[in-house]
């Protein structure tokens, strides 16, 4: 089992965390091999060993690796006990300050976003897609952690794998809508060689918004979920040959016990 990791997150004492890729589990075919996503139509007892495992390389039990329902909302769920997959809440980020539970998100070209401030013992994770980001989960995810006793200058977040600029072409639909919000967005579009078309700098984007959040220390992977076939699933990839369905990577972090 294979997971990148976060310098920045690496080094703070008493956090474990993991963008884990698609390489290690059990799961075949469209599914190899390490699937988490349980919305998939994926064997469900392989999605559930494959979860297991990556429990396993946090150093938690399996129903100690939480998720939730993700509906691309800004929506934060504080984590004070633990749930079952059929009774996750529906949202797209978690924190906490509960030792020995691992917090998941799950993406096939969405950006995950992992949080911590070590001095604080709060954690976070955030599953950012385009409209997520847009709508204000990381900073929600930022506010949340705060309630929790964090403070924005100890808060160490960390950009995971997604789809790059160079594979997310997108309409000028799209584009106008960031444009309305705000013509600062424009610097996150480059021309694509579809006229009228742009490519557009997710990743870019969130580090952006982390930025104004006033996160200190803000670290980007810089990895691409479209190009790396081997290492990731990508949604866009999987539309693009018309394959029926696609797999989806975790990110996962916990906090370990100070003794």
Not at 54 to 79: N, R, W
Request: proline share 3%.
């Amino acid at each position: 089992m294979f997971s990148h990791k976060a310098e920045s997150l690496d080094a703070l004492p008493h956090i474990r965390h993991g963008f884990f890729t698609r390489e290690g589990g059990v799961s075949s075919g469209i599914y190899a091999s390490l699937n988490c996503g349980l919305g998939s139509d994926d064997n469900k007892g392989a999605v559930s060993e494959n979860r297991a495992r990556i429990a396993a390389d946090m150093g938690v039990s399996a129903d100690q690796l939480l998720t939730v329902h993700q509906i691309h909302s800004a929506t934060v769920q504080t984590v004070t006990d633990t749930w079952t997959p059929a009774t996750a809440p529906q949202a797209d980020a978690m924190v906490t300050t509960q030792a020995g539970v691992a917090l998941g998100v799950l993406a096939a070209d969405c950006t995950p976003v992992l949080f911590a401030d070590h001095t604080a013992r709060v954690i976070g994770a955030a599953h950012a897609g385009w409209k997520g980001a847009f709508t204000g989960v990381l900073e929600a995810t930022i506010d949340a952690m705060i309630a929790l006793g964090a403070t924005r200058n100890n808060i160490t977040a960390a950009v995971g794998p997604c789809i790059s600029r160079d594979a997310y072409e997108v309409g000028p639909e799209f584009r106008a809508r960031f444009l309305d919000a705000d013509t600062v967005n424009e610097k996150w579009f480059t021309p694509s060689a579809l006229d009228g078309h742009f490519m557009f700098d997710l990743t870019a984007f969130v580090a952006a918004r982390l930025d104004a959040a006033r996160i200190d220390t803000i670290e980007r992977l810089n990895l691409c979920t479209y190009a790396d076939e081997q290492k990731f699933f990508s949604y866009r990839r999987t539309t693009h040959r018309g394959e029926p369905d696609y797999g989806r990577q975790m990110s996962v972090i916990a906090l370990s016990p100070t003794a």
